[in-house]
């Protein structure tokens, strides 16, 4: 999951890229392909959550909020919804605030616990939160190009979306996770009686 997740988020930049590149071309040209990006971000965003560490619930949740939040996106694509420029920004830039406050709250409550170390996910949040403001506000600031807007906020999602991917635990095969349990099966296989004399039986899946 941590690698498909990782590569959901690569998947999405490369739109982002896309999108920047298409500039000067409608937004409706692209959304198709928009939309399915943004609901395979938000299904897998979804699974991600069940196997996040449940050490950090402050985190958790938040996954599972963006997962939806960009299913729900995708799915507004996609039926066509958006098809004013103003809106397009506007929608995109709330998108992106979400994943901003997310990391400010995440922030906060770690500043609180004193265990608040400033790295790159606190500036990827602070990126997210300034893009999403500029995205908002973006016809009474200084108007960008729509596909400029939503490319920009692909971009950042997309980076979004392989920290959350970097951060799944990779668990181990239950059957044999040291070397010393490796010795220990290659010896039960060799000397059985030794240890089916004491009720040793030989691990599950190793034949």
């Known amino acids: 999951m941590r690698t498909l997740t990782i590569l959901v988020g690569i998947l999405l930049m490369g739109v982002g ?35 996040l560490n449940r050490d950090k619930e402050e985190t958790v949740h938040w996954v599972l909020i963006e997962g939806l939040t960009s299913l729900l996106l995708g799915i507004i694509v996609l039926t066509g919804y958006l098809n004013a420029d103003i809106a397009v920004s506007s929608v995109f830039g709330l998108w992106i605030m979400i994943a901003g406050i997310r990391t400010a709250v995440i922030a906060y409550d770690s500043f609180q616990n004193e265990t608040f170390k400033f790295g790159f ?19 009474a600031i200084y108007p960008l190009s729509v596909m400029v807007i939503v490319g920009i906020c692909l971009l950042l999602q997309g980076l979004n979306v392989i920290k959350i991917g ?42």
């Open 17 to 51: 890229v896309f999108s920047v590149a298409a500039n000067g071309t409608s937004f409706l040209a692209i959304a198709f392909v928009v939309g399915i990006a943004l609901m395979l971000v938000g299904f897998i965003l979804c699974f991600s959550y069940r196997r």
């Open 121 to 139: 996910g606190s500036l990827l949040g602070l990126v997210n939160l300034i893009a999403g403001i500029y995205a908002f506000f973006n016809m």
């Open 166 to 207: 970097a951060e799944i635990d990779y668990k181990k095969p239950d059957i044999i996770k040291t070397k010393e349990e490796l010795v220990a099966v290659v010896d039960f296989l060799k000397s059985p009686k030794k240890y089916t004399d004491i009720g040793g039986k030989i691990p599950k899946g190793v034949l």
